[in-house]
């Protein structure tokens, strides 16, 4: 089973919330970057991750695409991936002032055979 989280935030930064996560959680996230997402910052947790990106698909100014386009006052989003639900995570999460939890999915992992 796997345990997928969106949050964001209209009001801090991507930087900024690198920080607060940080340290709320005892983070060290390290600077990634990709064609598709452009900056991000991912840090491991006990079997999980966490990933904090803007909102906005880089590159595509004109358009205005976005990552979670039924969040669009989310301009910095919080992924969280972990086996399964984590409450202590959850209740971290959400005490840090402005982020807010958008989304669960949880989903079976499958294995071939």
């Known amino acids: ?33 990709s064609d598709y997402r452009g900056l991000y910052h991912l840090a491991g947790i006990p079997n999980g991750r966490i990933e904090i990106q803007p909102n906005p698909i880089p590159g595509n100014d004109d358009e205005g ?3 979670a386009p039924e969040h669009p006052e ?27 939890h958008l989304d669960q999915e949880t989903g079976r992992t499958t294995t071939a055979l």
């Open 65 to 67: 695409d976005l990552y």
């Open 1 to 33: 089973m796997t345990d997928h989280h969106t949050y964001g935030t209209g009001v801090h930064t991507a930087g900024e919330l690198v920080r607060l996560v940080g340290d709320r959680l005892g983070l060290d996230f390290t600077e990634r970057e």
């Open 74 to 100: 989310a301009q910095t989003l919080l992924l969280s991936t972990a086996p399964a639900a984590d409450p202590d995570l959850r209740a971290r999460l959400d005490s840090i002032e402005g982020l807010i």
